[in-house]
């Protein structure tokens, strides 16, 4: 045990830099400064979990990417970067596809976990909705695994809070800008990894 307070004191004297991950302040995106994201994903933790909630990930036409570090955990740290011009392109090209903008706008289970993607372009905006493992919307999907998989150039880890963004989202279902409603509340039977076989719950519609 001497030898090895030894070799940690001389670790120390010589400078050695810390394995630690550094968290940097930076200037978050704000709505203030640089307008809502073009892109949205945000997750919603449920009833009693509301504090599990965050941004998964918003990006501008700039370029500019707020990414959650880990996708299954957007409450916690996120990562701030940029893509490149051809990413941007194709995610602006992706948008503004009429397949896209007139696809169901999804349902999602009462009570739980949702996630909900907000798009925006020159023709207004919408908004889309599933809850992971029970109900599925091809959009939120599509744009979810985009997402995750885009690389990200320059990237800064942060721990500043990012939730200001969620009102970009939130307008949507409080003002009713989707251009189509969702198709009437169904009842359905969620996965076991969600709850009991046995338990039916009601999807509501992900627009207003």
Same mark, same amino acid.
């Given at each position: 045990? =001497?030898? *090895? &307070? ?5 670790? @120390? ?48 036409? %700039? ?15 996120? /990562?701030?970067?940029? !893509?490149?011009?051809?990413? *941007? +392109?194709?995610?602006?090209? =992706? /948008?503004? %596809? %009429?397949? *896209? ?6 349902? @999602? ?15 207004? @905006?919408?908004?889309?909705? #599933? ?10 999907? #599509?744009?979810?695994?985009?997402? /995750?998989?885009?690389?990200? #150039?320059?990237?800064? &880890? ?12 939130? #307008? *949507?279902?409080?003002?009713? !800008?989707?251009? &189509?409603? +969702? +198709? ?8 076991? %990894? ?5 338990? @039916?719950?009601?999807?509501? &519609?992900?627009?207003?």
């Amino acid at each position: 045990m =001497r030898l *090895v &307070r030894c070799l940690l004191a001389l670790i @120390v004297a010589a400078g050695v830099p810390s394995c630690a991950v550094q968290t940097t302040k930076v200037t978050i995106p704000s709505i203030a400064t640089d307008g809502c994201p073009f892109i949205l994903l945000t997750r919603s933790g449920g009833l009693g979990y509301e504090w599990q909630s965050g941004v998964i990930a918003a990006v501008w036409q %700039s370029g500019r990417i707020v990414r959650a570090e880990f996708v299954d955990r957007p409450w916690q740290a996120h /990562v701030i970067g940029q !893509l490149t011009r051809a990413d *941007v +392109a194709e995610l602006t090209d =992706r /948008v503004n %596809s %009429s397949d *896209v903008w007139d696809a169901p706008a999804g349902k @999602v289970a009462l009570d739980f976990p949702e996630h909900t993607l907000t798009l925006r372009r020159t023709a207004g @905006v919408r908004r889309w909705a #599933e809850t992971p493992a029970a109900t599925s919307t091809p959009v939120v999907a #599509e744009f979810r695994a985009k997402l /995750v998989a885009l690389p990200i #150039e320059g990237t800064t &880890r942060v721990r500043q809070s990012v939730e200001g963004l969620n009102t970009c989202g939130r #307008e *949507v279902a409080e003002r009713g !800008l989707n251009q &189509r409603p +969702a +198709a009437e509340p169904v009842p359905f039977q969620p996965t076991a %990894s969600i709850t009991s076989p046995s338990a @039916v719950f009601v999807a509501r &519609r992900a627009g207003p």
